[in-house]
Each structure stands twice: as C-alpha cells, then as structure tokens.
DNA sequence: CTTGCCGGGAT
DNA sequence: ATCCCGGCAAG
C-alpha cells in the first residue's frame, strides 16, 4: 500500500514503464508494440508517473496531506501513464469506484440514522425503560431525585401536555419554559456540555415529571397486550445522545433534530410530514396500551375500563381527557420508516429476529428522540438492533435467501463482502425486499449448466483462440449451444 | 478443484 | 459495441 510519483523524462518513461501503449490495450492476447517507439509521440518534456503499488486510499490520503499540493492524482495530470503491478491493483485503484457503488448505503445510513434502538427497544418493557433513563442519566453525572427515579405511582396518571387541565397549570408553564430555552439553545450539545448547561437539567427534570409515554416511546400498537406492566417513562431527551447528533451530519442532523423536537413537544402543525397522518388516541392509564381511532372511542375505554363508569352511558364529566393522549400515526410510513431505519453501523449484527409491526412515523420520531440512549442501549439491548439493516447488501444475501428478487444486492455490496455471514440473512432479506422494490429479474434466470462440451473443453486454454467470442469474453458459449 | 457464464468494468 | 475479468454456482 503505497504510492508514489515518479518524475521521469519521457525517455525514461518509456523504458521503465513498459506499459506506455497508447494504441494498444493491454490485453493477454494483444500484440505488444515495443513502449519505446510510442513513447516518442510523448509532447511534453517531463510527464508524470504513477505508480501504485496496491490500493488508492493511501494514495489519495497521500496527497491531501502532503504539502505538495495535488496534480499527481490519476486522471489529474496532464500526460501520465498508470503503472500497474498486475490487473487486481486495477481493482484495487478503483477503490474509489467502490466508494462511489457503495456511496448510496452510506448516504442512506448516515442520512437517516435510525439505528436500532428504535425497533429493539423493549417499549414495552417499563422498567428497562426506567433502568435505561437512569443510567443515562447517571451517565450525565446529573443528580435524579430519587422521587424521579421511582416509577410513577399509579395514583399519578400523566397528563399530556395538550390537554389543560387546572392544577397542572405550573407544569405547563414549566413546560412552556423549557420550550422557550430550548428554542434557544444549541441543539447540538456535546457530552461534556450537557451538565453544565444550566436549562438543560431543568427542562429534563421538567419533562421527567411532567411528560408522559406520548412522547418516550412507551407506545405500542399491541393495545390489548396488558400481560407486559407498563408505566409511562421519563422523555428521553434527544441532548441525552450527543454521539446520535455527533453522527449524523448537516441539513439531515438538523432535520432530524428539529423532527424529533417537533414530535417531542407534539407540536400541532407538522411540518414535514403531508402523508396520510393519522390521528389516533392512546390510552395513558397504567399499564394499559389501549390505543383507539376516536377519541369518542378511547373515552368510552377509559370511562369503562379504568373508571368504571356505566358502559352505555356516554356521559362523560371530561376526566377521560386525562387519560388518553393524542398520537399521531403516519400510516404509509412503514417502507419509509424501514428505508430511513437503515443502517449506519455496518459492523452490527444481525437484525431482529421479529420485526415489529407497522413503524408509524409516530414511533420512529419518538425513537429519534429517544436515540440518547443509543449508546447506552447498544449493550443493554438485544441484538436486533435493525441498524443491521444494511446487512441485507450482502453477496451472500441471495445465497441465504430462498430464490427471491435480490439478486440487485451485488451491486451494493462490495464493501460490505467480509462482513461475516449472519445466520439471519432470510430475515434480512425480507425485510430488505419489503423496502426496495426489486428491480431485475429473480436469480433463478441463470443459464443452466449445458451438457455440451464448450469451446474450454475442445480446444483447450492453449488454443484459447479458437474459441468462440463468447466463450473468450467467459459468456455463455455460441458455438456449443445446448 | 474445474468449468460455464453472469454481471459489470474498461475502453 | 467490444473486450475482458471477478466471482459465483454447478459439477
């Protein structure tokens, strides 16, 4: 792995570079016309030589921090001849043609990060939940009440924050009071300013006590599943993940800030989102998940249920509004909410064995927010982090997959080929085609071997001349057709 | 291992 | 379009 820059005379350049052919390919079966007699039509007196001696990353990284300057690069100087050591340094060069193939995934992954936690992340699993709040929290160095690490005691229904009921009027001006510094604030914080910012605890100590599982992932799409204890938990305050924001990059980190901000304070107006929002209502009582079309609906549930009103009664003293929520749910997200889940850690395993219904926008906006706990959750968590997604651009995809349209994973994957084979490729690829439609034809289209003897077979590699086009150019032979 | 040939890069 | 080759699957 090394590169260097030869300066020669066009003479020499002739002499050592062996390769100087200007008319003829280099090729097995071409003539080779002697380098010296076409090395005279060199114009120029001096011209450059690039030798490479294995890959171009080092090269190129050569180059920029060299105080040299550019110019040597390939394709840079005005006349110069690429020596190669043998046809795979060829390939090996082109490493920045692999970059480029492989550009999309990366552009995809780091564009959209929404790693894994978002999907792994047991939400309904209260007290992991609150394991993991604290923790990060501690990871902060911040001091929780311990009244605040304690699960909400189920006397204490949290009341979300659109609904206004009276007592609560100083945690909505808290609230309000977070917003605004939190308008103001810098979005972005690094680890090591987050405790000594002084909103910064108070807004989270704020929304601790005040917000309830609308906003912290609490939220599922089981609504009859109860056998699971469930208590809202603590926001996850997206400055609690400063390797998330570190990561992610420019107009798509702000962005993402801003969403996960905006579906945090369930600003009223979205902003981004046009498609298909739907608003459903979700049950805050205890343990209870319910999660309805109508609010006339999740009334009735709660008036029933939880306070054991007269079923067919629809009279209703307003208490309900308590305790439920508004959410809302994108419908159509599912492929963009999968296609955005995708990858940004190529190295992680494999993907969840099980992948959860339906990703609303809801969820992945909350899970944005709740990414803080990334890092946090990155060895808390099982391994289905679907940050693994990328997984699915795998030569060996196809191999693992039944027959299935994914044979369009080649063209993706050549950066990802060492990745050791995960036993879960069949999930993956599900999942994969479920995202990307597939655009070529199922592998299954492969010419089957024939019984004929090809034009290899006949003449042998020594009379490799006779053989027909297709079988020089390693195609399917038209000589011997079966 | 060899062989056939697909997919894709280079020119 | 032509030529070439990496790499895969089948044998």
Not at 135 to 164: D, K, M, T, W, Y
Not at 196 to 209: Q, Y
């Amino acid at each position: 792995m090394e590169s260097k820059c030869i300066l020669e005379k066009s003479s020499v350049g002739a002499s050592i570079g062996g390769v100087v052919d200007f008319n003829y390919r280099p090729g097995r079966y071409n003539n080779r016309v002697p380098a010296m007699e076409k090395s005279s039509y060199t114009p120029g007196p001096i011209f450059y030589k690039y030798v490479t001696d294995g890959g171009s990353t080092a090269a190129v990284k050569n180059e920029r921090t060299s105080s040299a300057g550019s110019g040597h690069l390939p394709g840079v100087g005005v006349l110069q001849d690429v020596e190669k050591t043998g046809p795979r340094d060829q390939k090996d060069i082109g490493s920045t043609g692999i970059l480029k193939r492989a550009s999309p995934t990366l552009c995809l992954g780091t564009g959209r990060q929404l790693p894994g936690s978002s999907i792994s992340l047991d939400i309904r699993n209260p007290g992991k939940q609150a394991e993991l709040a604290n923790s990060f929290r501690a990871a902060q160095g911040q001091n929780v009440p311990q009244a605040e690490r304690q699960p909400l005691p189920s006397s204490h229904i949290p009341v979300p924050r659109n609904r206004n009921p009276s007592g609560h009027a100083d945690k909505e001006v808290m609230a309000a009071t977070v917003l605004t510094s939190l308008s103001t604030s810098p979005l972005v914080l690094g680890p090591s300013s987050v405790p000594t910012e002084p909103t910064s605890k108070t807004w989270k100590d704020v929304l601790s006590a005040s917000y309830s599982s609308s906003t912290s992932g609490n939220w599922s799409w089981d609504a009859s599943d109860q056998s699971v204890p469930s208590t809202p938990s603590p926001p996850l305050s997206k400055d609690a993940n400063p390797g998330f924001l570190h990561s992610t990059q420019g107009d798509d980190a702000s962005e993402d800030v801003s969403e996960s901000t905006h579906f945090m304070f369930e600003d009223p107006i979205p902003r981004k989102r046009k498609n298909s929002m739907k608003v459903m209502f979700k049950c805050l009582w205890k343990n209870c998940e319910k999660v309805l079309s109508t609010s006339s609906g999740i009334q009735r549930h709660i008036r029933t249920v939880h306070l054991g009103r007269n079923s067919d009664s629809d009279y209703s003293d307003g208490e309900e509004d308590f305790y439920y929520s508004e959410i809302e749910v994108n419908m159509d997200s599912l492929t963009e909410g999968l296609s955005s889940l995708t990858p940004t850690s190529p190295t992680t395993a494999g993907p969840p064995p099980i992948f959860p219904p339906p990703l609303s926008d809801m969820s992945r906006s909350e899970l944005i927010g709740v990414n803080g706990l990334q890092s946090h959750l990155s060895s808390l968590l099982s391994q289905s982090a679907p940050s693994a997604l990328c997984h699915i651009r795998t030569d060996h995809a196809y191999q693992a997959a039944a027959p299935g349209p994914v044979t369009h994973v080649r063209t993706v994957s050549i950066g990802e080929k060492r990745q050791p084979a995960a036993s879960t490729h069949t999930a993956v690829t599900k999942s994969h085609t479920l995202t990307t439609p597939a655009t070529k034809s199922a592998p299954g289209t492969r010419k089957p071997r024939g019984e004929a003897k090809k034009c290899r077979k006949v003449y042998g590699m020594e009379k490799r001349d006779m053989w027909c086009t297709a079988c020089r150019w390693k195609k399917a032979c038209q000589r011997f057709t079966d």
